[in-house]
Each structure stands twice: as C-alpha cells, then as structure tokens.
C-alpha cells in the first residue's frame, strides 16, 4: 500500500508541530490512509522539501497567511508548478467577516491551484479537517 504523505505549511512553530503530531495519529491509526505528515515552516521550505523529493509527498496543506515570505498563494502555486498531482488544501482563520474579502482569498487558492479552501475552525478541528480532506482526495485520486 503507497503511503499517502502530507505535507503541512504553517509559519507558527507550536501550531506547525501539534498539526503534525495530531495528523500523524490519525495516519497511524489509519488502514487506507497510512502515511506520515512532515512540516514546513515557511513557503521556501516547503518548496525546497518538494524539489529534493518530488514524489515523496501526496497531499499539502498551506496557511494561507505565511508572515515573511512567500505568503500561502504563492507557495501553492509553486508547489503546484512543481508537482502538478499534488492536492493541495489551503486553509486559514479567516481575518475578515467581509464576505467579499473572503470569496476573493478563495478564488486566489482555488485560481493558483488548490483543489479546496478551508476556514478552520477550532484548533482541535483542524487534524481532523485535515484528515478528512486527505481521505476525499485519496479516493479521488484512486477513480
């Protein structure tokens, strides 16, 4: 069975290791979706992980709001350049209740290549949105 390899991009380092150590948990006790998530804590990282093993990862997970750097919609984009099968998810708190501001953060995920945007929720939500998001694309992937 392939592993179903994730990678997590968050600029935050305590929300970057409890998202890996929770996504892990669920990958092991997991039958079809057996894999191991790997952090990034920046998008340049997250680019550089991918060029020195294009095939290791399946799945990424981007934070749309990166701080310094390429910010979550440039990552993606070059990600996607760079593995064109990658499913990539972008996710955030949404800074803003505009409606407007937030259809416009989702066109820019959607338009640079993610296959879906998400608006966490609570903090203990976000492995298991994760998950979920992991588990779609993998069976997508395998139609």
């Not at 259809?103 to 945007?117: D, N, S, T």
């Not at 929720?121 to 993998?138: L, T």
């Amino acid at each position: 069975m392939e592993n179903k390899n994730v990678l997590i991009v968050n600029d935050h380092p305590k929300e970057l290791e409890d998202l890996v150590r929770d996504m892990n948990q669920l990958l092991r006790n997991q039958d079809q979706l057996q894999g191991e998530a790997v952090g990034a804590l920046s998008g340049e990282d997250a680019i550089d992980l991918v060029e020195k093993g294009p095939r290791d990862f399946q799945f990424a997970v981007v934070d749309q709001d990166l701080g310094s750097g390429m910010d979550g919609i440039e990552t993606t984009r070059k990600l996607v350049d760079l593995r064109t099968d990658l499913y990539v998810l972008v996710y955030t708190r949404v800074p803003s209740d505009d409606p407007e501001m937030i259809a416009k953060f989702k066109y820019e995920a959607l338009a640079a290549g993610a296959y879906r945007y998400l608006e966490r929720g609570s903090e203990g939500q976000a492995p298991k949105e994760i998950h979920d998001f992991v588990a779609a694309m993998d069976q997508l992937r395998r139609l």
